[in-house]
């Protein structure tokens, strides 16, 4: 069995830096892409960033420039960097990890963490 857990939300001023982490865990092969989704009050689920096993990375332009993704390999982990942080970023955050086994393929997400801005 696969578990991701986040960690690393809170509550920050507006300008402020919080770091997220989200490690997976279980009898795992190796991963594919790890992304960072958030999904703020009354709002559809958004794709905040993207990152590929290589390390090639996507981000929505709302946060170009202020959020870094990042992950370890070794460890089945992603990360997320973000700077500058708006009261518009507030919002549950979620990863997404692409689990590869012998034959198979999986999604697997984690169960959320809250990111509060305040200005």
């Known amino acids: 069995q696969v578990q991701l857990v986040e960690s690393g939300g809170g509550l920050v001023q507006a300008g402020g830096s919080l770091r997220l982490s989200c490690a997976a865990s279980?009898?795992?092969?190796?991963?594919?892409?790890m992304d960072w989704y958030r999904q703020a009050p009354g709002k559809q689920r958004e794709l905040v960033a993207a990152?590929?096993?290589?390390?090639?990375?996507n981000y929505v332009d709302s946060v170009k420039g202020r959020f870094t993704i990042s992950r370890d390999n070794a460890e089945n982990t992603v990360y997320l960097q973000m700077s500058s942080l708006k009261p518009e970023d507030t919002a549950v955050y979620y990863c997404?990890?692409?689990?590869?086994?012998?034959?198979?393929?999986?999604?697997?997400w984690g169960q959320g963490t809250k990111v509060t801005v305040s200005s």
């Open positions: 997404h990890v692409e689990v590869l086994f012998i034959s198979e393929r999986r999604d697997y």
């Open positions: 279980g009898r795992i092969s190796s991963t594919g892409a």
């Open positions: 990152i590929t096993r290589g390390g090639s990375t």
